[in-house]
């Protein structure tokens, strides 16, 4: 919000406010407000997947120029070339990120499949900023030939009006967009002819089938182009038909600044005389003017564009009736932007499984949350100027439809890439706020409110609400499949309905529930539970623009990920007897201790094994003697400071390197006074990991705690009740997955396999702060790439990005 502020003072003292627009202001700033618009990127592990293989993903998440504080949910989809949704996940939100994966079938029968993302909060809105993406399989059954396809390239080309619409008499800047019909640009050039033949001007595409010409249209004229394409083939198009009357408005970015001219026809009533520009990102108001036309037919200023944000500013004129006349989008980049952590090879690997090194160093004290992934070159491709984070934030997750290799735009600061991205403005739509419902007070319809992460929406029905006391409470038992439980107690909101919020669980739980004044109600009634995620999905669109081949220039990532895949399966019989031999071997090695057995029993997915201070309450005598966990904690973990609460039953305050560490009973997310209140004779194992070790959700910045409850055989006091409980299934959070890497120094049976990994490393929460301003990062290479890609990504507290990308060879 401050980003945009201290800009307007500036705007509002050079350009006055005029009365009859103020309904428009109010409504805007209500919209900028209580209506913030989300935006995603997502960084995946690689480009090209093959059959079998897991898709890693870590999500961004974005409200204007800051990460978003808002969204608590995250929905991820994977659907195939029919729009039929394969897969769909949900995973909570933390520190404005979050990551997952999808594990692909053996065999997929299509070389694309779609990726879409979005919150709860963006489905109130249109579906056209949700993230989607399309990504590219290898599948042998489709592939095995190795053969690249040649598919004829059918050209289309469009024209835009810039402002929106041809005004007769009036002289228009036309941009026109010429690609194939997989969205890939063509290279064009041609005439326009009137009705009679006659050729009035020719124009020619100048970046990726992209250009512009001035056109002067008269009333009645019907004009068409003639062109070629790239294949020499020649096509004939109609231009719009111009508007008998009207605005045209024109903008020509510059250095820190945007100039803009409104010209009006010389027909037309009063209210084209009359007008009012004003420019705004964000949903936030940023300039705002007033236009005399009543002895002129023109007129333009000069818009300073230094302090904003970098990204989409929106320029509307609004005749005197307010109403939307002309639009245009234009982008300013102010190079301000980026963060520049370090990324250095300590140590390089590319032999067969040879060991690599890598330091990532933030030099500021911000704080950071990053993704990096390390892959082989060879077999994922080279893709310099596709989206990433810094494209997809600033550019196209703020318009509408495909922008061809949209980084290229942000790769130097000359003034012909200034040029360039404005084609891009020109030809692409950007339609987030509908005027005429803003000017008449309308709202925009809530239907998906936020929640504070998973719900417990209990709601009785079959009886009358007033049969259920005011102090009534319901008493709720989760037991997991690993048979570890957690209490709580469900407060009566209202009438029949009962409920909790800001609760964390995964995959599937059990809910055994009783009433506690009326325990005869769940006999008396049905009681319905709900977690508060979105049910069902719609379906995703077909793809229609993917190319569903490989292109000559894809040649060699073809050729190298069939190659994997026929070693994958010369090798598989091999294993298979190396399974068989070592299973009627002995192993004579490691004796795992009472700790390491409780982390088999007890941890899983990110929490099991890891760098951690494992405590084994069980079989510590003096655990028993202890009030509560916090006290059995204290002066145990270096640096973990425990200061214990004010007044009886107060709740500690904890902190670790100046951050709060995260706290988790059985691998659900409570706060203090819950692990306070646990039992210390029911506690089993404690985990403390560090800050920054990447466990918990946000990566365990301030460090993460995880208290373990006792399961059947380790002396643990059942409840005998819980057997006579009505019960609810409840489905939380999609399980985590923990990405695999090997360490080849260690003499274990899992090495001896064949190594054909193409994602050689994954870490999707890499986080700094002022206190760990350094990562160090260790992965073996498998055994036969000779070619790596580090990708870094991430941002800053305050909003600025990053993107690195590092060859190791």
């Known amino acids: 919000m401050n980003k945009y502020r201290h800009y ?20 805007l700033n209500i919209y900028a407000n209580n209506y913030p618009q989300e935006k995603i990127h997502v960084q995946l592990d690689k480009k090209i997947y093959r059959a079998g293989e897991t898709i890693w993903f870590k999500a961004y998440l974005f409200t204007g120029a800051d990460p978003s504080l808002l969204s608590r949910n995250f929905y991820a989809e994977l659907s195939d070339p029919s729009g039929t949704i394969l897969q769909r996940k949900a995973f909570p939100v933390t520190e404005s990120s979050t990551a997952g994966s999808f594990d692909l079938p053996k065999v997929v029968n299509s070389r694309h499949l779609h990726f879409r993302a979005y919150t709860t909060w963006m489905t109130n809105f249109d579906t056209a900023f949700y993230y989607e993406k399309d990504i590219r399989i290898y599948d042998s059954k489709l592939d095995s030939a190795g053969v690249v396809t040649i598919v004829p390239r059918e050209a289309k080309i469009q024209f835009f009006p810039e402002g929106g619409d041809l005004v007769a008499g009036v002289e228009t800047m036309v941009a026109f967009k010429a690609n194939d019909q997989f969205g890939l640009p063509v290279t ?21 089938g992209m250009g512009k010409f001035p056109l002067t249209m008269d009333k009645g004229d019907s004009l068409v182009a003639v062109w070629k394409d790239e294949q020499g083939i020649e096509h004939r198009t109609g231009l719009p038909a111009a508007r008998p009357t009207g605005v045209v408005l024109r903008a020509i970015p510059a250095n820190q600044k945007m100039l803009f001219s409104v010209a009006r026809s010389a027909e037309g009533g009063p209210e084209l005389k009359r007008l009012t520009i004003i420019g705004h990102m964000h949903q936030h108001l940023v300039y705002k003017a007033r236009i005399n036309l009543d002895d002129n037919f023109m007129s333009g200023g000069t818009i300073p564009t230094g302090q904003l944000p970098s990204g989409v500013l929106q320029l509307t004129v609004f005749d005197a009736n307010m109403m939307a006349v002309a639009e245009r989008v234009v982008f300013v980049n102010n190079h301000e932007y980026l963060f520049n952590p370090e990324l250095s090879v300590q140590l390089k690997g590319i032999a067969r499984r040879g060991k690599n090194s890598l330091v990532v160093n933030v030099p500021d004290t911000l704080k950071t949350n990053m993704s990096l992934a390390v892959t082989d070159v060879t077999a994922d491709g080279e893709f310099p100027n596709d989206d990433n984070i810094i494209s997809r934030l600033l550019l196209t997750g703020e318009i509408r439809g495909h922008v061809h290799d949209p980084y290229f735009y942000f790769s130097n600061s000359a003034d012909s890439l200034l040029s ?19 000017a008449k007070g309308q709202l925009p319809v809530i239907r998906n409110p936020e929640q504070d992460y998973l719900a417990m929406k209990v709601e009785v029905l079959g ?49 055994f529930y009783q009433f506690n004044v009326n325990r005869a109600l769940s006999d008396q009634s049905a009681v319905t539970f709900n977690t508060g995620l979105l049910r069902g999905a719609r379906a995703a669109k077909p793809l229609s623009t993917a190319f569903d081949g490989w292109t000559a220039e894809d040649s060699a990532y073809l050729r190298r990920n069939k190659y994997i895949q026929e070693e994958e399966v010369r090798a598989k019989p091999v294993e298979d007897q190396k399974v068989k031999t ?4 002995t192993v004579r090695g490691h004796v795992k201790t009472d700790a390491e057995k409780l982390d088999e029993r007890y941890a899983s997915g990110m929490f099991s094994g890891g760098d951690a201070y494992t405590y084994d309450l069980v079989n510590d005598p003096l655990a028993a003697a202890m009030q509560d966990i916090f006290m059995y904690l204290q002066g145990k973990v270096p640096g973990l400071q425990i200061t214990t609460g004010q007044g009886p039953g ?20 409570v706060d203090a006074s819950q692990l306070q209140n646990t039992p210390v004779t029911d506690i089993a194992m404690v985990k403390v990991f560090r800050p920054g070790s990447g466990v918990g959700f946000g990566g365990g910045s301030g460090g993460t705690i995880a208290v373990y409850t006792k399961k059947g055989g380790d002396s643990k006091v059942t409840d005998p009740n819980i057997k006579g409980l009505p019960r609810a299934i409840l489905v939380g959070y999609s399980m985590p997955k923990e990405f695999y890497s090997p360490n080849y120094l260690e003499n274990s049976p899992l090495n001896e396999a064949e190594d054909l990994r193409t994602t050689l490393f994954w870490k999707p929460f890499l986080l700094t702060d002022k206190d760990s301003r350094r990562v160090n990062i260790d992965f073996f290479n498998n055994d036969i790439s000779k070619k790596l890609r580090v990708v870094l990504e991430g941002f800053n507290e305050d909003g600025k990005l990053t993107h690195i990308e590092q060859i190791i060879q």
């Open 582 to 585: 070592l299973a009627a071997v």
């Open 8 to 27: 307007l003072s500036i705007v509002f003292i050079l350009f006055p406010v005029f009365l009859n627009a103020q309904k428009l202001d109010s409504m």
């Open 463 to 511: 009886i009358d609400p007033y049969k259920i006391s005011k102090d009534e409470s319901l008493n709720v038992i989760l037991s997991r499949k690993d048979s570890s439980t957690q209490m709580m107690s469900l407060p009566h909101l209202s009438g029949a309905k009962f409920g909790v919020m800001g609760l964390v669980f995964f995959d599937t739980v059990k809910a």
């Open 420 to 438: 360039m991205l404005d084609l891009v403005m020109m030809t692409h739509g950007w339609r987030r706020i509908k005027w005429e419902a803003l």
């Open 188 to 208: 064009v050039k041609g005439v326009i002819q009137d009705r009679a033949g006659k050729e009035l001007l020719m124009f020619e595409s100048v970046h990726d």
């Open 650 to 669: 107060g709740a500690p305050s904890l902190s670790w390197r100046g951050g709060k560490p995260s706290l988790y009973l059985n691998e659900m997310q």
